[in-house]
């Protein structure tokens, strides 16, 4: 891939880096293609997180690149935006917990790769927001889905309506980001926030994804329900056993995944 690596943590945290530098690391159908390949080949390897940033300082992902959106026609701006979803959909349906080390710009579709994630760490010196109306165009890769998902319509509204940009601090104050730190540091924070996850149970925290993601798309009853089905699933692994047995013997558990 000529824009997008993957680099592997020895506690089996993967991190995907988009590394378009004299873009800024924008995104065109190459670029988008290149992290769902990406994904896909790293769920067959079986990460415990994936981390998800952009190379430099300057930019996670500055956006969308304007130059190729600019000679699309129609039906090629749809499969620009279903290419995107595909990808988004990698972050965000599948079971594998995923963090955004947020540095420099994440706008448009900058900011969408982050919200795909599950938990956004960002340097004090990144700046979101969604410009697209300012371009005469709209979101086009779960913006306009996820956002208001994350910070409430109103919020979402505003942002996507204002095209205005904010400040990491801005944004962890609506519950965009969930932590800012200083600027060069959010990646090391998100590989300890990574090795926290991954010294759990590796199917619980996948299980325990699958369960709140299911929190946002079916009524109480139909969540608690399916809660119940996850939680009596789990005690069937041996990881269930394990942990339980290593807190019972005040012991460090030794997880393996099944």
Not at 49 to 64: M, S, Y
Not at 76 to 86: L, P, Q, V, Y
Request: proline content about 4%.
């Amino acid at each position: 891939m000529d824009f997008v690596r993957v680099d592997w943590e020895e506690n089996g945290v993967a991190v995907l880096t988009i590394d378009r530098q004299d873009k800024l690391n924008a995104l065109n159908p190459q670029v988008v293609e290149e992290i769902g390949q990406a994904l896909l080949e790293m769920e067959t390897e079986g990460p415990r997180v994936v981390i998800v940033t952009g190379a430099g300082e300057r930019a996670f992902v500055a956006g969308a690149d304007i130059g190729a959106m600019h000679a699309m026609d129609a039906i090629e701006a749809k499969r620009f935006s279903e290419i995107g979803h595909a990808a988004m959909a990698l972050l965000d349906k599948s079971p594998i917990p995923s963090i955004a080390a947020v540095n420099g710009f994440a706008l448009g579709g900058g900011c969408e790769v982050a919200i795909a994630c599950d938990i956004r760490v960002a340097a004090e010196n990144a700046q979101f927001g969604f410009p697209e109306v300012g371009l005469g165009i709209l979101p086009g890769m779960g913006g306009t889905q996820r956002l208001p998902r994350l910070v409430g319509p109103a919020i979402a509204k505003e942002l996507i309506f204002t095209g205005r940009r904010i400040s990491a601090e801005e944004a962890r104050e609506i519950g965009l980001v969930n932590s800012v730190v200083p600027q060069g540091e959010a990646l090391n924070v998100a590989k300890e926030l990574a090795a926290e996850i991954s010294g759990n149970g590796p199917l619980a925290v996948r299980h325990a994804k699958t369960a709140a993601n299911r929190a946002l798309d079916v009524d109480l009853i139909s969540g608690l329900e399916y809660e119940a089905y996850q939680f009596a699933l789990l005690f069937a692994t041996g990881d269930a056993k394990e942990g339980m047995g290593a807190f019972v013997e005040k012991r460090k558990p030794k997880f393996e995944g099944r």
